[in-house]
C-alpha cells in the first residue's frame, strides 16, 4: 500500500474527505499513483471525473491545482455538494467539454475512462488532450485491461444471476453473516461516493500492447507503464475487500506480471 498523503493534515477539508479504505479493484492505489506523479506547481484537469470525488476531490484537498470536468451533470451536482460541504470551492467541478477548456495545461488525468469511449470519441479525446497539454505535458491513465480475469468474474456475475442473487439477500441471513466474517479479518466498509451516477458500458478493450499503440497513434511517448492489481471483479470484491495480505499480495503480482494485470497505470508525455 502506498503512503500517507504527503500533505496530509488536520485542514477541514482533509477531514471531511476521508480517504476511502482499500478495495481489490486497488483505489486507494490510484489515487496515491496519481498524487506521486503531480507537483502542487502543476495545472491539471481529470478528464471524464464523474462525482470527482475519489480524485480530484482529494488531490484537491491536498493541495494540487486540480479540476475535474465531465459531460454527465447528475454526477457533476452530486461532486460539487460533496466539496461544497469539506469547504471546498465547488465550482472546481465542471459540465465543461475538454474542447472549451482552457489550457495549457501541465498534466491531464484519464482515470478509468478510455473505455467508456467509441472509437471515434476516442480519438478526438486524445487529440484534444495532446493539443491542451503544455510542450513536455504530461498524461497520466489508468485503463482496465479489457481481456483480464475481471471480465470473467464480471460476466459471470452477470450472466449466472449471482448479482441479482446477491441483491436479493442483500439484508437477508447470508449477506449477514458474509458481512461478519468480513468485519472479522478487517474493517473495511464500502466507500462513502459513488464514483458516477450515470450508466456508462464499456466501449473499448485494451490490451497493454493496444493501449500503448494507441497512445503512440495520438502523439504521445509513454514513459512508465506498470500493472495495478492482478485480480478484481464482483466475486473478489466480495472475498476479499478489507483483507490487507490479499490486496498487497495482488498489486505485488500485478507489478511483476504487468501485462496480465487487470489495470494498467501510464505516463505518457507529449511529443
Not at 465550482?91 to 469511449?117: F, K, N, Q
Request: proline letters at 5%.
Amino acid at each position: 500500500m502506498s503512503a500517507s498523503p504527503r500533505t496530509a493534515g488536520t485542514s477541514g477539508a482533509e477531514q471531511a474527505l476521508v480517504v476511502p479504505a482499500e478495495n481489490i479493484y486497488g483505489h486507494v492505489q490510484r489515487l496515491y499513483w496519481l498524487r506521486d506523479h503531480l507537483d502542487p506547481a502543476d495545472r491539471a484537469v481529470e478528464f471524464g471525473c464523474g462525482t470527482g470525488t475519489l480524485i480530484t476531490a482529494h488531490l484537491r484537498a491536498w493541495g494540487y491545482d486540480v479540476s475535474g470536468i465531465d459531460l454527465d451533470a447528475g454526477s457533476i451536482e452530486y461532486g460539487r455538494g460533496v466539496l461544497a460541504r469539506a469547504g471546498l470551492d465547488p465550482d472546481a467541478l465542471s459540465t465543461t467539454d475538454l474542447r472549451d477548456y482552457p489550457g495549457p495545461l501541465d498534466v491531464v488525468i484519464a482515470s478509468e475512462v478510455l473505455e467508456h469511449l467509441d472509437d471515434a470519441t476516442l480519438a478526438e479525446s486524445l487529440r484534444l488532450m495532446h493539443d491542451k497539454l503544455a510542450p513536455d505535458g504530461r498524461l497520466l491513465i489508468t485503463v482496465p485491461n479489457g481481456y483480464s480475469e475481471f471480465e470473467l468474474e464480471n460476466w459471470l456475475w452477470t450472466h449466472t444471476g449471482s448479482g441479482r442473487l446477491f441483491e436479493f439477500m442483500r439484508e437477508g441471513a447470508v449477506a449477514r453473516a458474509l458481512r461478519r466474517l468480513r468485519g472479522r479479518l478487517s474493517a473495511w466498509q464500502e466507500p462513502d461516493h459513488p464514483m458516477t451516477v450515470a450508466d456508462s458500458p464499456h466501449l473499448q478493450r485494451f490490451t497493454w500492447r493496444g493501449i500503448h499503440r494507441v497512445l503512440a497513434v495520438a502523439g504521445f511517448e509513454v514513459v512508465e507503464a506498470r500493472g495495478a492489481i492482478l485480480v478484481c471483479g464482483p466475486f473478489s470484491d466480495l472475498l476479499l475487500s478489507g483483507v490487507e495480505s490479499a490486496m498487497r499480495l495482488n498489486q505485488r503480482l500485478a507489478q511483476r506480471f504487468p501485462r496480465i494485470a487487470s489495470d494498467f497505470y501510464l505516463v505518457a508525455r507529449k511529443r
